[in-house]
């Protein structure tokens, strides 16, 4: 679609600054970041609206947020008390290092969750309204860091609870919580265009974020895994990032190099793909979705 204006010459265009033409069958490959910056504004909006209705008319609130990593943690505890086992190495106590992963998996979780269905329920704007259609999935990240930055206080205060001291490499730790970020923002990337097109993805997510509480280390640790499978579980982005999380807010063990830099590399690849895929669809997004 051109919205060029009739009889307008592309020297007028181009000398008027308010006047936007979409081209559908211009495809960069890549977002045009200047026009994002524009729009920044935009996704405070997005991500303001979705935690005023997350929250209207709930007794409990924004504690919600908490009290079901809470509860996770309390059963899982349970559980491997009368199993007797230990699924973590170390002195921490086993309830301070699964709250630990439990807030870090919500995070990415609620990032990926929200950035799917971010297209489909916002479908009427999306056909109607021009913007850079990634700044819904963009908006989809903040929400849940709210959530999180109010779990990291909970977690605060278990390990005062349980005198598990911080140290240094806490520094570090928010290093792990933008690659959290970042890999929840490149399956939601992927799985947002998809469910576009294929409403079967909004059915999987759910699935694949229950079945992502075993295959990610929330409540274990990397080094149960058999040294021979490390590098396929490696590829999974969240792996590391939860391990190098633990070991920078509760001193636990350091993560092995190798695993860092295949699972960073495997965040790499499935960023710059997602954000090729997610380009390459947008143009088509108001006719299919």
Same mark, same amino acid.
Request: charged letters at 10%; glycine letters at 6%.
């Given at each position: 679609?051109? /919205?060029?204006p009739d009889g307008a010459s592309q020297a007028d265009i181009h000398a008027n600054s308010d006047v936007v033409i979409i081209d559908a069958n211009h495809y960069s490959g890549w977002f045009d970041l200047p026009e994002l910056w524009r729009y920044r504004e935009l996704v405070w909006i997005f991500a303001?609206?979705?935690?005023?209705?997350?929250?209207?008319?709930?007794? @409990?609130?924004?504690?919600?947020?908490?009290?079901?990593?809470?509860?996770?943690?309390?059963?899982?505890?349970?559980?491997?008390?009368? $199993?007797?086992?230990?699924?973590?190495?170390?002195?921490?106590?086993?309830?301070?290092?699964?709250?630990?992963?439990?807030?870090? =998996?919500?995070?990415? %979780?609620? #990032?990926? %969750?929200?950035?799917? %269905?971010?297209?489909?329920?916002?479908?009427?704007? @999306?056909?109607?309204?021009?913007?850079?259609?990634?700044?819904?999935? $963009?908006?989809? /990240?903040?929400? *849940?860091?709210? !959530?999180?930055?109010?779990?990291?206080?909970?977690?605060?205060?278990?390990?005062?609870?349980?005198?598990? &001291?911080?140290? +240094?490499?806490?520094?570090?730790? *928010?290093?792990?919580?933008? +690659?959290?970020?970042?890999?929840? $923002?490149?399956?939601?990337?992927?799985?947002?265009?998809?469910?576009?097109?294929?409403?079967?993805?909004?059915?999987?997510? &759910?699935?694949?974020?229950?079945?992502?509480?075993?295959? /990610? &280390? @929330?409540? =274990?640790?990397?080094?149960?895994? &058999?040294?021979?499978?490390?590098?396929?579980?490696?590829?999974? *982005?969240?792996?590391?990032?939860? !391990?190098?999380?633990?070991?920078?807010?509760?001193?636990?063990?350091?993560?092995?190099? !190798?695993?860092?830099? #295949?699972?960073?590399?495997? +965040?790499?690849?499935?960023?710059?793909?997602?954000?090729?895929?997610?380009?390459?669809?947008?143009?088509?997004?108001?006719?299919? #979705?």
């Open positions: 679609m051109n /919205c060029e303001e609206r979705d935690i005023k209705v997350r929250y209207r008319q709930t007794a @409990v609130g924004i504690a919600w947020t908490v009290l079901q990593p809470l509860a996770q943690m309390i059963a899982f505890n349970g559980l491997f008390q009368m $199993l007797n086992s230990k699924p973590v190495e170390g002195d921490i106590p086993y309830q301070v290092t699964s709250f630990c992963g439990l807030i870090l =998996y919500q995070l990415f %979780s609620g #990032i990926l %969750s929200t950035a799917t %269905s971010s297209l489909v329920d916002n479908r009427q704007m @999306v056909t109607k309204v021009y913007f850079p259609r990634v700044v819904l999935p $963009l908006s989809a /990240c903040l929400r *849940p860091l709210l !959530d999180f930055g109010i779990g990291l206080i909970v977690l605060v205060l278990l390990m005062l609870w349980f005198q598990v &001291p911080l140290t +240094l490499a806490a520094l570090l730790s *928010p290093v792990f919580v933008i +690659l959290t970020v970042l890999s929840g $923002l490149a399956f939601g990337l992927w799985l947002s265009a998809l469910n576009a097109h294929y409403r079967d993805f909004g059915y999987v997510v &759910p699935f694949l974020l229950q079945l992502g509480m075993v295959v /990610c &280390p @929330v409540l =274990y640790e990397s080094s149960k895994v &058999p040294a021979p499978w490390n590098w396929l579980y490696h590829l999974n *982005p969240m792996a590391a990032v939860l !391990d190098g999380f633990r070991w920078t807010v509760l001193g636990a063990a350091v993560p092995h190099l !190798d695993g860092v830099v #295949i699972s960073f590399f495997s +965040l790499i690849v499935l960023l710059i793909s997602g954000c090729w895929y997610f380009r390459r669809v947008e143009r088509f997004l108001a006719d299919n #979705i």
